[in-house]
T-cell receptor, first 111, second 114 residues
Framework: DAGITQSPRHKVTETGTPVTLRCHQT?????MYWYRQDPGHGLRLIHY???????DKGEVSDGYSVSRSKTEDFLLTLESATSSQTSVYFC??????????FGPGTRLTVL | KQEVTQIPAALSVPEGENLVLNCSFT??????LQWFRQDPGKGLTSLLL?????REQTSGRLNASLDKSSGRSTLYIAASQPGDSATYLC?????????????FGRGTSLIVHP
């Protein structure tokens, strides 16, 4: 088991408020990812990281920022949440060279 | 840009049927293809990984095939059971570049009823 947790698991917030989601891994994997999953769109990459302080954008990065100050933590921040950011957010890590392991997800509702 | 399509989007079958889920991709220059399972309210779980040099992989009642030249993969589930009910996603990793950034299909939602 790769040991990946996400917090919080559920969150309800209001439009315009900042929100930070945390992904934590226990095995020093280099690559970490943030996805959002929405009906009709499938799984879309927001940002990913290939090392401490090394991050890059995915296909739906607008309105999101990330930080990785430690190998084990990858934070996703919504600076000013909007209703269009209501979604389920998944963190993933890369195992070996070939596959990803996913966290349990965070369900975010922006009212 | 790689596009991954999964057909059908939804499938409902009686228990015991053998079934085939399809995945197609537009760029055949892939590194590997992976099938995932997602239960409601859960994350994705890897089922089978096929490298670009391989034709198929098997795990229990699951068999995944890859035809890279035609841009297709199929996931075959033998003797389906209600416990197989879930969404199945395929993901394709492009051959170029050092970063592992797979492209996902939207999934096939499977219901196996008793």
């Amino acid at each position: 088991d790769a040991g990946i947790t996400q917090s919080p698991r559920h969150k309800v917030t209001e439009t315009g408020t900042p929100v930070t989601l945390r992904c934590h891994q226990t095995e020093n994997h280099r690559y970490m990812y943030w996805y959002r999953q929405d009906p009709g769109h499938g799984l879309r990459l927001i940002h990913y990281s290939y090392g401490v302080k090394d991050t890059d954008k995915g296909e739906v990065s607008d309105g999101y920022s990330v930080s990785r100050s430690k190998t084990e933590d990858f934070l996703l921040t919504l600076e000013s949440a909007t209703s269009s950011q209501t979604s389920v957010y998944f963190c993933a890590i890369k195992l070996g060279t070939d596959t990803q392991y996913f966290g349990p997800g965070t369900r975010l509702t922006v009212l | 840009k790689q596009e991954v399509t999964q057909i059908p989007a939804a499938l409902s079958v009686p228990e015991g049927e053998n079934l085939v889920l399809n995945c197609s991709f537009t760029d055949s220059a892939i590194y590997n293809l992976q099938w995932f399972r997602q239960d409601p309210g859960k994350g994705l779980t890897s089922l089978l990984l096929i490298q670009s040099s391989q034709r198929e992989q098997t795990s229990g009642r699951l068999n995944a095939s890859l035809d890279k030249s035609s841009g297709r993969s199929t996931l075959y589930i033998a003797a389906s059971q209600p416990g197989d009910s879930a969404t199945y996603l395929c993901a394709v990793q492009h051959a170029s570049g050092g970063s592992y950034i797979p492209t996902f299909g939207r999934g096939t939602s499977l219901i196996v009823h008793p």
